[in-house]
């Protein structure tokens, strides 16, 4: 939900720290802050983006520092809540992705004890907690303060008496980047790789001591080592290319992401615990529930697998599947929900499988095996070609486990996204974005093609959409139909066809006007669509994409058009790492 970033070495860490914050602004971006270590500690925080705020923050002195981009969870956002926080003398600074669920507690401990705190957030807590314990060695203090957290953190801390940093992990993503005599601290690899594609990455409970020269890590009172891993993703990946927006730039990657993701998910590299299940239990959130269940429809159509599909954060509720396959999919690989889900069905001698597109993520390392998309870095709040990459991966399952029953189409697939990105949607946008709702409508796996879309238009352009199942429309929301609510209605020639040529007109008959998404060439759906959107005649399996990447388009240009900021909507952030 935040992001933070620490440097120590021999440049000005304040111009590093500040571009790697920038770097993470999708994980949250309604303050930020950084501090650097001197005699005096030199913090400098506000309220707003980075980009219109970090002057003044970029004069401060110091070869090591920290800073953070946050998404609030305790406190509003403004220039006293957001981090770094500081001790009582000021010689302590901590930042901290995640939640302290005891913190009340620590508070009113800590106040007893004479200690004035300054903030609304939980974050404070963990600056007074080291000065508790601080008396001259900063990594004893950090390590004598943590057993008293309780929740889930990622914490840098700086003491203006060492040139030091002390990074924690537990239940909260943090990796190392390893230069030469410079080391990086960061939510992940994405603000690194400009310096270093050397990683290493924390294991829940290592606490890690940097300096300039070297990093040692603990866990518990042992030294212990973990693996540096090469990364392969480029930092011309992480930049916009030359497109006006990251996400225009990530919906034109797509042909390349589904590619990469195909060819790396065969029968040869799939985890031999997939086996052979009688059925597939599937944990997803937002997007990746979506795709989840786009794969429900097209497995068991394909091969009569029953799945069953929850949001993860519902899969506590819910009796857990008695051993069988638990399929966990998120794209950063730290969504809170689905690693909780996935341990979950674990303690019920689940074999689970992690999809995700973060090498290192903490799902890879609590589910018994994983799947990678090769999607690259993916820097827009809203999911695009990780989603196109997670179908790639859910759809080469299906084929794997259904023999081959998608043939060679998904060799292609990358060939029929490219069709569809230059489509003309100028009238569309025209009509979509005068609405205050937009309804969308589908049948079959175009059902949930249809609440993707509808995600994606209310995620970035702010207009309220749903998407339905088409046969439900009549019952109840036929109410909420007028001339200003326009309907999106995805019509495929297949057995639902008919039925959908019926729902269309019944929508039209009260007053809404409606897009359809259609087969090109069909002359029937070109009569009575006011706006029709002609799509390539193909496998059902690239139906679905190339639908999926015409809404994606629907929503960007519609969202342009009303002067919103697509790569950072309002109030959301990529990767939710609190529960």
């Given at each position: 939900?935040c992001?933070?970033v620490?440097?120590?070495?021999?440049?000005?860490?304040?111009?590093?720290?500040?571009?790697?914050?920038k770097?993470?602004?999708?994980?949250?971006y309604?303050s930020?802050?950084?501090a650097t270590?001197?005699?005096?500690i030199?913090?400098?925080?506000?309220?707003?983006?980075?980009?219109?705020?970090?002057?003044?923050?970029?004069?401060?002195?110091?070869?090591?520092?920290?800073?953070?981009?946050r998404?609030?969870?305790?406190?509003?956002?403004?220039?006293?809540?957001a981090?770094?926080?500081?001790?009582?003398?000021?010689?302590?600074?901590?930042?901290?992705?995640?939640i302290?669920?005891?913190?009340?507690e620590?508070?009113?401990q800590?106040i007893?004890?004479?200690?004035?705190?300054?903030?609304?957030?939980d974050?404070?807590?963990?600056?007074h907690l080291?000065?508790?314990?601080?008396?001259?060695?900063l990594?004893?203090?950090?390590?004598d303060?943590?057993?008293?957290l309780?929740?889930s953190?990622a914490?840098?801390?700086?003491?203006?008496e060492?040139?030091?940093?002390?990074?924690?992990?537990?239940a909260?993503?943090?990796?190392l980047?390893?230069?030469?005599?410079?080391l990086?601290?960061?939510?992940?690899?994405?603000p690194?790789l400009?310096h270093?594609e050397?990683a290493?990455f924390l294991?829940?409970?290592?606490?890690?001591?940097?300096?300039r020269e070297?990093?040692?890590?603990?866990?518990?009172?042992?030294?212990?080592?973990?693996p540096?891993?090469?990364?392969d993703?480029?930092?011309?990946?992480t930049?916009?290319?030359?497109?006006?927006?990251?996400?225009?730039?990530?919906?034109?990657?797509?042909p390349?992401?589904?590619?990469?993701?195909v060819?790396?998910?065969?029968?040869?590299?799939?985890?031999?615990?997939i086996?052979?299940?009688?059925?597939?239990?599937?944990?997803a959130?937002g997007?990746?529930?979506?795709?989840?269940l786009i794969?429900?429809?097209?497995?068991e159509?394909?091969?009569?697998i029953?799945a069953?599909?929850e949001?993860a954060?519902?899969f506590?509720?819910?009796?857990?599947?008695?051993?069988?396959?638990?399929?966990?999919?998120t794209?950063?690989?730290?969504?809170?929900?689905t690693?909780s889900?996935?341990?979950?069905?674990?303690?019920?001698?689940?074999?689970?499988?992690?999809?995700?597109?973060?090498?290192?993520?903490?799902?890879?390392?609590?589910s018994?095996?994983t799947v990678?998309?090769?999607?690259?870095p993916?820097?827009s709040v809203?999911?695009?070609?990780s989603?196109?990459?997670?179908?790639?991966?859910?759809?080469?399952?299906?084929n794997?486990?259904?023999?081959d029953?998608?043939?060679?189409?998904?060799?292609?697939?990358h060939?029929?996204?490219?069709?569809?990105?230059?489509?003309?949607?100028?009238?569309?946008?025209?009509?979509?974005?005068?609405?205050?709702?937009?309804?969308?409508?589908?049948?079959?796996?175009?059902?949930?093609?249809?609440?993707?879309?509808?995600?994606?238009?209310?995620?970035?352009?702010?207009i309220?959409?749903?998407?339905?199942?088409?046969?439900?429309?009549?019952?109840?929301?036929?109410?909420l139909?007028?001339?200003?609510?326009?309907?999106?209605?995805?019509?495929m020639?297949d057995?639902?066809?008919?039925?959908?040529?019926?729902?269309?007109k019944?929508?039209?008959?009260?007053g809404a006007?409606?897009?359809?998404?259609?087969?090109?060439g069909?002359k029937?759906?070109?009569?009575?669509a006011d706006?029709?959107?002609p799509?390539?005649?193909?496998?059902?399996?690239?139906?679905?994409?190339?639908?999926?990447?015409?809404?994606?388009?629907?929503a960007?240009h519609t969202?342009?058009?009303?002067?919103?900021?697509?790569?950072?909507?309002?109030?959301?952030?990529?990767?939710?790492?609190?529960?």
């Open positions: 939900m992001g933070i620490g440097y120590i070495g021999r440049r000005k860490a304040a111009p590093i720290v500040i571009e790697g914050l770097k993470l602004e999708y994980r949250g309604d930020f802050g950084i270590q001197g005699k005096k030199g913090i400098c925080k506000h309220e707003g983006k980075i980009s219109e705020n970090s002057g003044s923050a970029l004069n401060l002195k110091g070869t090591t520092g920290i800073g953070h981009t998404w609030a969870t305790h406190g509003v956002p403004n220039d006293v809540n981090h770094p926080h500081t001790d009582c003398t000021n010689r302590i600074a901590v930042v901290h992705n995640g302290i669920e005891n913190y009340a620590l508070k009113r800590l007893s004890k004479g200690h004035t705190f300054r903030s609304e957030t974050t404070e807590v963990i600056a080291i000065e508790e314990q601080y008396k001259g060695d990594l004893s203090a950090v390590s303060a943590v057993p008293y309780k929740g953190f914490i840098l801390a700086i003491s203006s060492e040139n030091r940093i002390v990074a924690v992990r537990y909260s993503p943090l990796v980047g390893i230069g030469d005599n410079e990086f601290a960061a939510s992940d690899m994405t690194v400009e270093t050397r290493v294991e829940d409970g290592d606490i890690a001591d940097l300096s070297k990093v040692t890590i603990y866990h518990g009172k042992e030294v212990v080592e973990r540096m891993e090469l990364i993703w480029s930092i011309e990946d930049k916009k290319g030359g497109f006006p927006h990251y996400m225009l730039k990530e919906i034109y990657e797509q390349q992401a589904f590619y990469n993701s060819r790396a998910c065969t029968k040869e590299t799939l985890p031999a615990i086996g052979k299940p009688s059925s597939v239990t599937l944990v959130c997007s990746s529930y979506n795709a989840g794969f429900k429809y097209l497995l159509e394909s091969c009569g029953p069953r599909l949001y954060s519902e506590k509720y819910f009796p857990p599947p008695v051993s069988g396959l638990v399929i966990g999919i794209q950063s690989g730290e969504t809170a929900d690693i889900a996935l341990k979950q069905a674990k303690t019920h001698n689940c074999r689970t499988l992690a999809i995700t597109n973060v090498l290192g993520s903490s799902v890879s390392r609590i018994d095996a990678y998309m090769r999607a690259g993916e820097i809203a999911a695009t070609k989603f196109t990459a997670q179908l790639a991966v859910l759809m080469q399952l299906i794997c486990l259904c023999e029953r998608a043939g060679d189409f998904l060799l292609h697939g060939r029929a996204i490219e069709e569809v990105l230059l489509k003309d949607l100028t009238a569309a946008v025209a009509l979509c974005r005068k609405a205050a709702s937009i309804f969308y409508v589908g049948r079959g796996p175009f059902y949930p093609v249809s609440l993707e879309g509808a995600l994606k238009m209310k995620e970035i352009s702010y309220h959409a749903e998407g339905y199942a088409a046969g439900e429309l009549k019952h109840g929301p036929f109410a139909l007028t001339p200003e609510t326009p309907v999106v209605a995805i019509c020639p057995d639902t066809y008919g039925v959908m040529i019926s729902n269309i019944e929508m039209m008959a009260r006007p409606v897009i359809v998404l259609g087969p090109e069909d029937e759906l070109i009569d009575i706006i029709f959107i799509l390539p005649k193909s496998h059902k399996f690239l139906q679905v994409l190339t639908s999926l990447v015409v809404l994606q388009l629907l960007y969202a342009v058009a009303l002067g919103r900021d697509v790569d950072k909507p309002r109030n959301l952030a990529k990767s939710v790492t609190v529960e």
